[in-house]
């Protein structure tokens, strides 16, 4: 089965899709009058975890249909979305749901190091075809994306241990995606100084 690419701009539509709609369904949300402030956050966030969970699978299922393929890191985050998220709707616990981007982050993290033990960049098998770079980019690249996504995942475990549900939702939703294209924009030192040179056809 031929694998085809995705427009730029669609998969940065189902990559961010699911992100945004949890956003607005969390702020949307329909909530009964005179519901205590720390139940109206639970009652939105089960509300916004309930929508959240079918559009990252549909996301995906798009992304399928599209390019006959798979993305490991969506379909991995998709995983535990289902798995987190399924957890606080069950048991009614916004912890679970929140500690999904620290879990998501350090698995991340996990895969990155184990790959770096082996002498592998696992971040080159996903990232190759739209970024080359020589072998030695590809560690120094994945090593700093490693220490990154362990950052992440302490921040916010920070975050959502000191802040209320309001501020926690806009902190994952706008927070965390600025703060990895900033990491990813900081590095284009490394991608000019590793990049694959095309070669001239004669």
Not at 161 to 190: C, E, H, M, N, Y
Request: aromatic share 14%; hydrophobic share 55%.
């Amino acid at each position: 089965m031929e694998k085809r690419k995705p427009h730029p701009l669609l998969k940065l539509v189902l990559e961010m899709g699911p992100i945004v709609l949890f956003f607005m369904s969390y702020r949307w949300a329909s909530i009964p009058e005179g519901t205590s402030d720390e139940q109206r956050q639970l009652l939105q966030l089960l509300f916004a975890t309930k929508l959240f969970i079918p559009t990252t699978l549909a996301a995906l299922a798009i992304s399928w249909f599209i390019s006959r393929s798979l993305p490991k890191m969506p379909l991995i985050t998709a995983v535990i979305v289902v798995v987190m998220g399924g957890l606080t709707l069950w048991l009614k616990d916004d912890t679970f749901v929140k500690m999904k981007p620290t879990v998501l982050y350090t698995l991340f993290a996990a895969i990155l190091g184990f790959g770096l033990l082996r002498g592998q960049s696992y971040l080159q098998y996903v990232m190759e075809d739209s970024m080359p770079l020589k072998p030695e980019g590809w560690m120094l690249f994945t090593k700093r994306f490693a220490l990154f996504f362990l950052a992440l995942a302490i921040l916010n475990e920070a975050v959502w241990r000191s802040v209320d549900t309001d501020v926690w939702v806009t902190f994952k939703t706008f927070a965390l995606p600025i703060a990895t294209f900033v990491f990813i924009f900081s590095q284009l030192g490394l991608f000019n100084k590793y990049a694959i040179e095309d070669v001239a056809e004669d």
